[in-house]
């Protein structure tokens, strides 16, 4: 363990990105990085019940999206974020244009989120006077609904979706 390692106050670390975060208008909680053996073995049975058959992954996804080693080695933490996106409805609707969900309603939310994600670890960094961060939404394996719940971000309700007190099912996630 280095110098800086030891005098690190972790709790107040995380204390610190859990404020920025919600100044920048999300919820977030901590989870411990450890592999959420659980979720994973539920991917694999998907997997091979074919509930996947349109991605691109095979079995080894469940195992590395279920282990953050597999993004950041040393991880000690994943910190859970949640955007709510909760758009007005249109108050008529063209039906020759079709529905769209409507997260999709403004602008690219990658984007929004990787910024805001940017944000929060560059406090965590700061604090901890090195990059000792890495940052996924939607660009890595991760089993974020489940470190989500894990963290007490929210609850995994009946339709699948991580539901958040006060924004719903409507929230974009991301981690650090």
Same mark, same amino acid.
């Given at each position: &363990? ?6 690190? /106050?972790?709790?107040? @670390? ?28 539920? &991917?694999? %049975?998907? +997997?091979?019940?074919?509930? +996947?058959?349109?991605?691109?992954? /095979? ?11 597999? @993004? ?40 929004? &989120? ?9 406090? @965590? ?12 939404? /939607?660009?890595?394996?991760?089993? %974020?609904?489940? +470190? ?21 099912? +409507?929230?974009?996630?991301? %981690? @650090?």
């Amino acid at each position: &363990m280095s110098d800086n390692a030891a005098r690190l /106050d972790y709790d107040a @670390i995380k204390a610190r990105a859990v404020e920025r975060a919600l100044q920048l208008g999300a919820s977030a909680r901590v989870a411990p990085a450890k592999t959420d053996a659980a979720s994973r073995d539920r &991917m694999r %049975e998907a +997997f091979a019940r074919g509930d +996947f058959v349109t991605w691109r992954y /095979d079995d080894t996804y469940a195992s590395r999206a279920c282990d953050p080693a597999e @993004i950041l080695p040393d991880a000690r933490s994943v910190v859970c974020v949640a955007l709510p996106y909760a758009t007005k409805y249109a108050s008529r609707r063209d039906v020759r244009r079709g529905r769209v969900s409507n997260y999709a309603w403004s602008s690219d939310y990658h984007l929004r &989120m990787r910024a805001l994600l940017d944000d929060v670890a560059s406090v @965590i960094d700061s604090e901890a006077e090195a990059r000792v961060t890495a940052v996924a939404c /939607d660009t890595r394996p991760l089993a %974020e609904r489940a +470190f989500a719940a894990r963290a007490g971000v929210g609850w995994v309700g009946k339709h699948t979706n991580l539901i958040a007190p006060a924004a719903g099912s +409507f929230v974009f996630l991301g %981690e @650090i």
